[in-house]
């Protein structure tokens, strides 16, 4: 499974400060075509890494096979408790893989052509509580209410 490690740069004026500062964290994405900037900062970069965690298959990614979810591997299979089972284990591993976030509820729904994922994650450095929600669609893939 992939890591993601958590690393501290302290210059020669560093300070120790533990409140939570703005663009603590700082990536692209080029999934929105009608935003001006591809700049992703700190809750929504980690939301948007959930997203592209649960969008790779385990076994997909280059030089790293443990990457990814197996959620599209099972998607056509009957929720069966195994099948439960094994999907809540990829989702805690995918999402403990994420020093950056704490998981305090899974819930998963079976749907009609697919599942749905509810999530409900604290942001460690920002001390707030964010409900999410991840529908897999056998047809159009994923999406987030």
């Known amino acids: 499974m992939g890591q ?15 409140e939570p500062r703005s663009q603590v964290y700082r ?3 080029t999934i929105n075509q009608n935003s001006k900037s591809f700049a992703l900062y700190d809750t929504e970069l980690v939301k948007q890494d ?3 965690h649960f969008n790779i298959r385990k076994g997909e990614k280059i030089y790293n ?5 197996i959620v599209w591997d099972v998607i056509h299979e009957p929720l069966t408790e195994g099948t439960r089972n094994a ?3 990829d989702i805690e591993s995918v999402l403990g893989a994420d020093p950056r976030i704490n998981v305090l509820t899974i819930d998963l729904v079976e749907r009609e052509y697919g599942m749905q994922i509810a999530l409900e994650i604290e942001f460690k450095d920002y001390a707030q ?3 999410m929600i991840y529908t897999f669609d056998r047809e159009s ?5």
């Open 27 to 29: 990536g692209v994405s």
């Open 50 to 52: 959930i997203l592209n």
């Open 129 to 131: 509580v964010e409900k």
């Open 65 to 69: 096979p443990d990457f990814g979810s």
């Open 4 to 18: 993601y490690k958590q690393i501290s740069i302290k210059g020669k004026n560093s300070t120790t400060n533990t």
């Open 87 to 89: 999907i809540f284990n």
């Open 141 to 145: 893939g994923i999406s987030t209410v």
